[in-house]
C-alpha cells in the first residue's frame, strides 16, 4: 500500500460546479497537510497549509483534514475554467521530508 | 526575478552519458530538495539537503548524485543516463515546518 493514495483522475466539471478532491493515506505520524496545485508545464505551487485536523478556509477553496480516518479533501466553490489543473496532495510528519500523492487532474468546462 | 530557477528547461541526451542539472534559488532557504515526476506516480524525492553540509538519500537515489555547493546552489547528477530516467524534473526549496517552493522544472529525455 503507497503512503499517499489520490484518485488520479481525470475530473471534468462544468464551470460554477463544486470540486471534491480527496486523499488517504497510512502513515498516523503525518502531522502537516497541503494542498499544491500544478498548471501545465509548471512547478508545483502551495495552495493549502494545514496543522492537524479541522478544517481551513481560503476564498473558495476549504481544506479538510480527518485524522482519525486518514483522509483529507480539497473542496473548490464555484469553480473557474481557471482552476483547471493537476492537485497534488501532500503531508509530513514532525516537519520531516514531504510525501505527495500522485494528483488529480482536473478540468473545469466553460 | 523567478526565486527558484533551473537549468536547463529542457534536455535530450543519450544513453550513457553524464548529464548535471543545476538548482538555484533567491529565498535564502536552508532546505533544498531533488523530485522526478512521472505520470501517475507523482512526486519523487531523490535527494534533500538541510543545509550545506547535509545530504540525504530520498526514496529513489540509485543513478543519482548531487553536490550542494553553497546555500544557494543545489546540482543533480545522471553519472550514466538510462532511458527510464526519462522524466520531468524539480527543485524545490523550503524553511523548517514551512511550504516548499518549486523551480520550473527540468525535462529530461535519455533516448
Known amino acids: 500500500q503507497k503512503e499517499v493514495e489520490q484518485d488520479p483522475g481525470p475530473l471534468s466539471v462544468p464551470e460554477g460546479a463544486i470540486v471534491s478532491l480527496n486523499c488517504t493515506y497510512s502513515?498516523?505520524?503525518?502531522?502537516?497537510f497541503m494542498w499544491y496545485r500544478q498548471y501545465s508545464r509548471k512547478g508545483p505551487e502551495l495552495l493549502m497549509y494545514?496543522?492537524?485536523?479541522g478544517n481551513k478556509e481560503d476564498g473558495r477553496f476549504t481544506a479538510q483534514v480527518d485524522k482519525s480516518s486518514k483522509y483529507i479533501s480539497l473542496f473548490i466553490r464555484d469553480s473557474q475554467p481557471s482552476d483547471s489543473a493537476t492537485y497534488l496532495c501532500?503531508?509530513?510528519?514532525?516537519?520531516?521530508?514531504?510525501?505527495f500523492g500522485p494528483g488529480t487532474s482536473l478540468s473545469v468546462i466553460p | 526575478d523567478a526565486d527558484v530557477t533551473q537549468t536547463p528547461r529542457n534536455r535530450i541526451t543519450k544513453t550513457g552519458k553524464r548529464i548535471m542539472l543545476e538548482c538555484s534559488q533567491t529565498?535564502?532557504?536552508?532546505?533544498m530538495y531533488w523530485y522526478r515526476q512521472d505520470p501517475g506516480l507523482g512526486l519523487r524525492l531523490i535527494y534533500y539537503?538541510?543545509?550545506?553540509?547535509?545530504?540525504n538519500k530520498g526514496e529513489i537515489s540509485d543513478g543519482y548524485s548531487v553536490s550542494r555547493q553553497a546555500q544557494a546552489k543545489f546540482s543533480l547528477s545522471l553519472e550514466s543516463a538510462i532511458p527510464n530516467q526519462t522524466a520531468l524534473y524539480f527543485c524545490?526549496?523550503?524553511?523548517?515546518?514551512?511550504?516548499?517552493?518549486f523551480g520550473p522544472g527540468t525535462r529530461l529525455t535519455v533516448l
Open positions: 502513515n498516523s505520524a503525518f502531522q502537516y
Open positions: 501532500a503531508m509530513s510528519a514532525l516537519s520531516d521530508k514531504v510525501i
Open positions: 494545514t496543522y492537524s485536523s
Open positions: 524545490a526549496t523550503s524553511t523548517r515546518g514551512g511550504e516548499q517552493f
Open positions: 529565498k535564502g532557504h536552508d532546505r
Open positions: 539537503s538541510f543545509d550545506v553540509k547535509d545530504i
